[in-house]
């Protein structure tokens, strides 16, 4: 059965890697949620997408410069108050549930010496090797992850075409691959699921994509509507819905 994991949490409705937004991802039938990290200024584990709070919160200025008593002081919902949360907040709930989580290590435009090792030390406290997924731009980086935890599953994040992806994800150690959902083609997603190599492309939101996705068994996707995309699945058999 292919998976469905919200992008950001259920982000198509809620602020973007919220806790509102994982909750409501997880009541929607999600299976999983993905989220992004950063280390603020004294290293510690926050969950946030751009290297600028500016975007997503009333502040302003990079992650890295600031405190984390700083980062928690801003208000990340816009029209509903919200925290940036912590790594370990997340990880804390998800011992409340069975969701899968995809941490997309943000590190391929600031290096953020030792996210490695600190996101992998969280993840190990709360027994949940078994049901993380470790992405990022940076393969460097899940090189380094899959040495200093082979337990934990990681994935190579494409944002272009690469040729034969499934050799590539073999040649680096990864045992997935996220390509954007645009680079790939029936071939592509056939042959590396048939080379044992999962596949969860970004960002599907149109139901037509989805129907494909499903049709060739692809891993899992990411969507910004899990809720869409969970009825989509059930109703896979009436063939007008969700066109």
């Not at 919220?18 to 280390?39: N, S, Y």
């Not at 600031?110 to 731009?137: D, N």
């Not at 494909?212 to 009436?238: E, K, M, Q, W």
């Amino acid at each position: 059965m292919t998976l469905v994991f919200a992008h950001r949490g259920f982000s198509a409705l809620y602020p973007e890697n919220t806790m509102i937004a994982f909750k409501k991802a997880g009541d929607a039938g999600a299976d999983g949620i993905e989220l992004d990290v950063q280390l603020t200024k004294e290293g510690e584990v926050v969950v946030i997408h751009d290297e600028k709070v500016n975007r997503t919160t009333d502040g302003s200025g990079y992650v890295k410069d600031l405190t984390y008593s700083e980062i928690k002081s801003l208000n990340a919902g816009m029209n509903r108050k919200s925290e940036v949360p912590s790594l370990r907040e997340v990880l804390q709930w998800l011992t409340e549930n069975q969701l899968i989580c995809n941490i997309e290590l943000k590190n391929n435009v600031f290096a953020y010496a030792g996210m490695e090792e600190k996101v992998i030390k969280l993840i190990r406290e709360y027994g949940l090797s078994h049901r993380i997924i470790l992405s990022s731009f940076n393969h460097n980086s899940l090189v380094l992850c899959r040495r200093l935890a082979p337990e934990i599953e990681t994935a190579a994040l494409l944002s272009q075409q690469i040729y034969q992806p499934w050799v590539y994800a073999a040649s680096i150690g990864v045992q997935g691959i996220h390509p954007k959902y645009v680079h790939l083609s029936d071939d592509t997603l056939q042959q590396s699921l048939a080379n044992g190599v999962a596949v969860r492309p970004y960002t599907v939101n149109k139901g037509k994509h989805m129907r494909r996705l499903f049709h060739y068994g692809c891993t899992a996707f990411i969507t910004d509507d899990p809720a869409y995309a969970v009825s989509l699945r059930r109703n896979l058999n009436n063939p007008h819905f969700g066109v």
